[in-house]
């Protein structure tokens, strides 16, 4: 019956929501001035490490980044304690849901170049993430505390928006275009798994049943704010970060196609050097899957 209610409560709000997920927060201010070219310009090229003699070899090339995945997941609730002790400095817990959040297996295929995708090794990448709902100077926010992904490529373009993102080994079921007995059907009675193993262990795992369709996807119906924070190694400054700054995603260009809800199971597993385990499950909320795709080129700083 909570599931149900749930479900229910989810497709009411998903139509008038799911384009807030790309909104500008209000009272947000415009990403930093770009800084002063250096007296002597580097001869290196790239936009991030390693920068080199032709500017090909830097992980992340620049924006724009084009984005298309199928992504899957499950609802979920924890305690308000542990969700609150996951929020950074700056963000508060939802009032209206303490506890709230998604956690969701994603296959990705991204692009920064026309064709890039004719490179599978490079523009392929698998990722796991945690989203956990938050309140922004009394405004409604989603917050990211982890996220794994199988691609470096992906962890540097991460680390660059303020994503948290760590390797890991993702694997989700797959859905295809011919009737097989070796794969699910995109439709009613569709069972998709998910799984997340980092460090050499399984710490995370879910399973969706399909059941109906519906107009977005529930984990995105809220701005996203992100930590962008890079340390210092010098003695002395090792609490004094180069940069620390909340900031809030921008999505152009956002689009959800083919999305399913049903009902989900979700399940975190202790490992000693992971936290996600801390975000105790005490009851699961709806399943879901869908396809989206979407342009980054830019931020919001927002503190």
């Excluded at 064709?115 to 990448?125: C, F, I, K, R, V």
């Excluded at 859905?175 to 262990?201: E, W």
């Amino acid at each position: 019956m909570q599931k149900d209610i749930d479900r229910r409560t989810v497709l009411n709000g998903l139509a008038a929501t799911t384009a807030a997920a790309a909104g500008v927060i209000g009272a947000a201010r415009p990403a930093q001035a770009t800084p002063a070219a250096a007296a002597t310009p580097e001869r290196l090229k790239g936009y991030t490490v390693p920068l080199s003699a032709r500017g090909v070899a830097n992980l992340a090339p620049k924006p724009p980044w084009h984005y298309v995945a199928d992504a899957l997941g499950v609802e979920f609730w924890t305690s308000p304690a542990a969700a609150s002790a996951a929020l950074p400095t700056g963000l508060d817990p939802d009032p209206t849901q303490p506890g709230h959040g998604f956690a969701m297996c994603v296959e990705w295929q991204f692009a920064a170049a026309p064709a890039d995708w004719l490179d599978p090794t490079y523009s392929q990448y698998s990722e796991f993430l945690i989203f956990l709902e938050a309140s922004y100077q009394g405004r409604p926010v989603t917050w990211c505390p982890f996220i794994y992904v199988d691609n470096d490529n992906s962890l540097a373009r991460g680390w660059v928006q303020g994503f948290p993102k760590k390797l890991g080994q993702i694997r989700q079921t797959r859905a295809y275009s011919v009737a097989s007995q070796a794969a699910p059907v995109l439709g009613p009675g569709g069972r998709f798994g998910g799984s997340l193993s980092a460090g050499g262990r399984r710490i995370a795992e879910m399973d969706v049943t399909l059941k109906e369709r519906t107009t977005g996807l529930p984990a995105l119906t809220r701005p996203l704010v992100n930590l962008r924070h890079f340390p210092r190694l010098t003695t002395g400054q090792h609490d004094q970060p180069a940069v620390h700054e909340l900031t809030q995603s921008v999505l152009t260009s956002l689009k959800i196609d083919n999305a399913w809800i049903g009902s989900g199971d979700l399940r975190f597993l202790p490992s000693p050097r992971e936290e996600i385990a801390d975000l105790a499950i005490q009851r699961v909320g709806v399943g879901f899957r869908g396809s989206l795709s979407y342009t980054v080129q830019d931020l919001t700083v927002l503190d």
